[in-house]
């Protein structure tokens, strides 16, 4: 697939709990569908949690992509990291409770860049565990979007509630339908998510 856009490509990570079942399937769903596309650029995901920290996706995400067509997929689990929230340009979790802890991260995240900031002027601030991580860089550093993929979850719109669309539900305790219904869900979600980009593509400045 691919598109033209005179705004720059969209760095995007997809969430959920773990990193081995909905948040992989988003990513092997979204770089099968759309890695080329002018409008998108690094492609990747992480879980909120480090339970399975390296471990390969379930092999019920891999089947059900396999029998997708997609085959060339490969991920290691991670966590989320602070510097996630300013190398990407979209988080987009699956559901209501990922979704809370990215936007409580990225409130910390936004506090670390002004006490930043502040040192920069002059000012003392109390300096946090989340100072650290934000590395070099700079006081005017952009601060990923935080939404549900659900959010993008209807043709055309994206969700006037960040939250209110459609959950994503973990598949992992139940069988091998509820792998299929996650890939069926994240591929509508990616082909309206593309369109909203094409609709709204960033900025270049």
Same mark, same amino acid.
């Given at each position: 697939? *691919? !598109?033209?856009?005179? !705004?720059? %490509?969209?760095?995007?990570?997809?969430?959920?709990?773990?990193?081995?079942?909905?948040? %992989?399937?988003?990513?092997?769903?979204?770089?099968?569908?759309?890695?080329?596309?002018? +409008?998108?650029?690094?492609?990747?995901?992480? !879980? *909120?949690?480090?339970?399975?920290?390296?471990? %390969?996706?379930?092999? &019920? *995400?891999?089947?059900?992509?396999? &029998?997708?067509?997609? @085959?060339? $997929?490969?991920?290691?689990?991670?966590?989320?990291?602070?510097?996630?929230?300013?190398?990407?340009?979209?988080?987009?979790?699956?559901?209501?409770?990922?979704?809370?802890?990215?936007?409580?991260?990225?409130?910390?995240?936004?506090?670390?860049?002004?006490?930043?900031? *502040?040192?920069?002027? /002059?000012?003392?601030? @109390?300096?946090?565990?989340?100072?650290?991580?934000?590395?070099?860089?700079?006081?005017?550093?952009?601060?990923?979007?935080?939404?549900?993929?659900?959010?993008?979850?209807?043709?055309?719109? +994206?969700?006037?509630?960040? /939250?209110?669309?459609?959950?994503?539900?973990?598949? $992992?305790?139940?069988?091998?339908?509820?792998?299929?219904?996650?890939?069926?869900?994240?591929?509508?979600?990616?082909?309206?998510?593309?369109? $909203?980009?094409?609709?709204?593509?960033?900025?270049?400045?």
């Amino acid at each position: 697939m *691919t !598109g033209d856009s005179n !705004g720059r %490509p969209a760095n995007v990570l997809f969430v959920c709990l773990g990193n081995i079942c909905r948040s %992989p399937m988003a990513e092997g769903v979204f770089r099968n569908f759309a890695a080329s596309h002018a +409008l998108i650029g690094e492609i990747d995901s992480a !879980g *909120t949690a480090a339970y399975h920290r390296l471990e %390969p996706p379930d092999p &019920r *995400t891999m089947s059900t992509l396999r &029998r997708h067509k997609i @085959t060339d $997929y490969d991920h290691a689990a991670r966590k989320v990291t602070r510097e996630d929230f300013l190398t990407f340009d979209y988080l987009l979790a699956m559901d209501k409770s990922n979704l809370r802890e990215l936007l409580h991260e990225r409130e910390s995240v936004i506090a670390a860049l002004q006490r930043k900031s *502040t040192s920069k002027s /002059g000012a003392k601030g @109390t300096r946090s565990h989340v100072d650290a991580a934000i590395g070099e860089y700079g006081e005017d550093a952009k601060v990923a979007v935080v939404r549900m993929f659900g959010d993008f979850g209807k043709a055309g719109t +994206l969700n006037d509630r960040v /939250g209110g669309g459609e959950v994503v539900q973990d598949p $992992y305790y139940g069988g091998a339908n509820g792998f299929e219904e996650v890939y069926q869900q994240v591929v509508r979600f990616s082909q309206n998510f593309v369109d $909203y980009l094409e609709q709204n593509p960033l900025s270049s400045e």
